[in-house]
């Protein structure tokens, strides 16, 4: 009888801070965390490159630093903006990674969140393709919920925020249209790990 091909080991969830499953296209704009830091918060957003349209490819451009600034008015306004974040998950769920989870993508800005400044140091920052205060996909909280769920395993993540819990007043996304009773359910964290002001049900 023929012998069975031996089979392939399975590819490690993560390998380095990189998750198997998203495609990556690293950015140069990233650090080093502080020494013995790990990231305990999800730092969830919205994106869009120019704001509203969607399937473009400006948003992977703008984290590589590859935008064409005079191609449109809106670009002309965030002429040399450097900013990244760990991902991105497009309108029908395809998921880009620019950042390693071991380093420190530059998403948050100025920040605090529960009496800790800084957020960039100890967060992983997740783009949603949307506008802020409009409805997401259900493929976008499908990938937003496998992904976190790993984030969960690999990580001491306790917290899920979103932009605007980590910096009121000055950003709005993901806003309005972004279902955290969705996320929580899909992940079984209690209330206490989501922002007070949002809605989220308590676990069965």
């Given amino acids: 009888m023929p012998q069975a091909k031996p089979q392939k080991p399975p590819l490690p969830l993560w390998q380095d801070g990189w998750y198997s499953f998203a495609r990556r296209m690293a950015s140069p704009n990233f650090g080093p965390r502080p020494?013995?830091?790990?990231?305990?918060?999800?730092?969830?957003?919205?994106?869009?490159?120019?704001?509203?349209?969607y399937g473009t490819g400006q948003v992977q451009r703008l984290f590589t630093n590859q935008l064409d600034w005079d191609a449109h008015d809106y670009f002309?306004?965030?002429r040399g903006l450097k900013v990244s974040a760990h991902f991105f998950i497009t309108r029908d769920g395809q998921l880009w990674q620019f950042v390693s989870c071991n380093?420190?993508?530059?998403h948050a800005g100025e920040s605090t969140y529960r009496c800790k400044d800084n957020c960039n140091d100890f967060s992983v920052g997740i783009e949603l393709e949307g506008l802020e205060g409009l409805l997401f996909e259900q493929a976008q909280y499908d990938t937003l919920s496998s992904l976190s769920a790993a984030l969960?395993?690999?990580?001491?993540?306790?917290?899920?925020?979103?932009?605007?819990?980590?910096?009121p007043g000055r950003k709005r996304d993901p806003g309005a249209g972004f279902n955290w009773s969705k996320l929580q359910r899909s992940l079984g964290l209690g209330p206490t790990s989501f922002p007070d002001e949002v809605a989220v049900i308590a676990p069965n």
């Fill in 103 to 106: 380093d420190r993508a530059w």
């Fill in 35 to 53: 020494a013995d830091l790990q990231p305990d918060l999800i730092v969830i957003h919205a994106i869009s490159l120019p704001p509203g349209d």
């Fill in 76 to 78: 002309r306004s965030i």
């Fill in 152 to 167: 969960l395993q690999a990580y001491p993540i306790s917290q899920v925020a979103g932009h605007e819990h980590i910096a």
